[in-house]
């Protein structure tokens, strides 16, 4: 979300229009009154801030069709140079079925990149397994498919779109796309039901920040979708 810096109302709409039960964000404020900024934004889609930390600019809020148990914001390891990176976890709850959520922005240098992809997983999965919940990964990979850490990534969960893709998939820039580097990446017990393109205004897609949204609506083993 740029830290909101282009239309925080444009921005607000759609998060409202994507009416997810989890949502992983990047670039969220991270200097002055960056919590109160964070909050107010997700209230005003209906949504709470569940999990994520100041540095890292990575966050999860969560909706009301799910219930928060765990939240932590990790530090991955700092590259002298390079920006501080983070991941934001939440552990929620839905039908009895719990799924660990992990947002995360890995870097643009390729080996930071595929340092930070391992480091995030390792930590997903630990999460992950202690409070016996489904791992979901989602963010901003600074990547396109096949690149390494993404095919680290898809090697140990499943990379959404392609199971079943809505739209063409591409993320970035938002006004013209190009290039899919931003991906929602499940535990293959779950199953995909859709992945890609949100439906919201194209003209709050353009303004709300530099990347359009990915959503993907996820059936939990015996319960109903999550998105």
């Given at each position: 979300?740029?830290?909101?810096k282009?239309?925080?109302?444009?921005?607000?709409?759609?998060?409202?229009a994507?009416r997810?039960?989890?949502?992983?964000?990047?670039?969220a404020?991270?200097?002055?009154?960056?919590?109160?900024?964070?909050g107010?934004?997700?209230?005003?889609?209906?949504?709470?801030?569940?999990?994520?930390?100041?540095?890292?600019?990575?966050?999860?809020?969560t909706?009301?069709?799910?219930?928060?148990?765990?939240?932590?914001?990790?530090?991955?390891?700092?590259?002298?140079?390079?920006?501080?990176?983070?991941?934001?976890?939440?552990?929620?709850?839905?039908?009895g079925?719990?799924?660990a959520?992990?947002?995360?922005?890995?870097?643009?240098?390729?080996?930071?990149?595929?340092?930070?992809?391992?480091?995030?997983?390792?930590?997903?999965?630990?999460?992950?397994?202690?409070?016996?919940a489904?791992?979901?990964?989602?963010?901003?990979?600074?990547?396109?498919?096949?690149?390494?850490?993404?095919?680290?990534?898809?090697?140990?969960?499943?990379?959404?779109?392609?199971?079943?893709?809505?739209?063409?998939?591409?993320?970035f820039?938002?006004?013209?796309?190009?290039?899919?580097?931003?991906?929602?990446?499940?535990?293959?017990?779950?199953?995909?039901?859709?992945?890609?393109?949100?439906?919201?205004?194209?003209?709050?897609?353009?303004?709300?920040?530099?990347?359009?949204?990915?959503?993907?609506?996820?059936?939990?083993?015996?319960?109903?979708?999550d998105?």
């Open positions: 979300m740029r830290s909101m282009d239309d925080v109302a444009a921005l607000g709409r759609v998060i409202t994507l997810a039960d989890v949502l992983c964000v990047q670039e404020p991270r200097f002055l009154r960056w919590r109160h900024r964070r107010r934004l997700a209230a005003s889609g209906g949504m709470s801030v569940a999990a994520g930390r100041r540095l890292g600019g990575v966050a999860v809020l909706g009301a069709g799910v219930r928060p148990l765990h939240a932590e914001g990790r530090l991955l390891t700092f590259f002298l140079g390079l920006e501080q990176r983070a991941i934001a976890i939440a552990v929620v709850e839905r039908g079925q719990r799924v959520v992990g947002s995360v922005h890995l870097d643009l240098d390729a080996a930071a990149r595929a340092h930070h992809a391992r480091q995030a997983l390792t930590l997903l999965e630990a999460v992950a397994a202690r409070f016996r489904l791992p979901v990964l989602a963010g901003d990979v600074n990547e396109r498919p096949g690149e390494p850490a993404w095919r680290l990534l898809a090697g140990r969960l499943n990379d959404c779109y392609p199971v079943s893709p809505r739209g063409d998939g591409l993320t820039p938002a006004r013209r796309p190009h290039a899919r580097i931003d991906a929602i990446f499940a535990a293959p017990r779950l199953e995909v039901v859709s992945c890609g393109e949100a439906e919201a205004d194209p003209r709050d897609l353009a303004l709300a920040t530099d990347h359009l949204p990915v959503l993907a609506e996820l059936a939990l083993p015996g319960g109903p979708a998105r």
